[in-house]
């Protein structure tokens, strides 16, 4: 699927930071680039196959995906370690590049052990000059980055590679 055209500059899904959110707006009303949020909560799914194939179009059709630990709005149902939500493996499947906030959790780590898995997102303050950045090819490759991502997914995340290890566990 990588000849997907990737016309979704900028995804961010479900629950956002909202002064995060009004930065991307403003971004993306001045620089014309297409930027992708949810504007409705928890609605019925009337079909979840349907649902899961829609989300994998949009992901397969994304640059730049936003990425949080579980309960990052709700500071004090966080816990520590973080939690690694699903959208991580999903948007490095797709070849999404992830950027936002890494959990801080020894199994993230060890499970996007590659450079650039998540791109942190700066301060509120610098974030328009860290999205402009994102224009020049020679900042972020997004190629190795989603190659990266590629990799790491199908040789540490599949089917086969989670059944080898229980056989040799």
Not at 60 to 79: E, H, M, Y
Request: include cysteine; hydrophobic fraction near 40%.
């Amino acid at each position: 699927r990588a000849s997907v055209n990737r016309v979704i500059d900028l995804y961010y899904m479900g629950r956002r930071i909202e002064n995060r959110h009004a930065k991307f707006m403003q971004w993306s009303q001045q620089s014309g680039v297409f930027y992708f949020y949810d504007t409705a909560g928890n609605v019925p799914m009337i079909d979840h196959q349907q649902h899961r194939r829609r989300y994998l179009d949009i992901l397969n059709r994304t640059k730049l995906f936003v990425v949080s630990p579980g309960k990052i709005i709700n500071p004090d149902a966080k816990q520590l370690p973080e939690e690694i939500g699903y959208r991580y493996f999903e948007a490095a499947a797709c070849g999404a590049i992830m950027i936002g906030d890494l959990p801080n959790s020894p199994v993230f780590k060890n499970t996007f052990n590659y450079r650039d898995a998540v791109i942190p997102i700066p301060a509120d303050n610098d974030l328009s000059c860290f999205l402009d950045e994102f224009a020049n090819p020679k900042i972020f490759d997004f190629a190795r980055i989603r190659t990266s991502g590629y990799l790491n997914m199908l040789t540490y995340h599949d089917h086969v590679h989670w059944w080898n290890n229980l056989l040799h566990y």
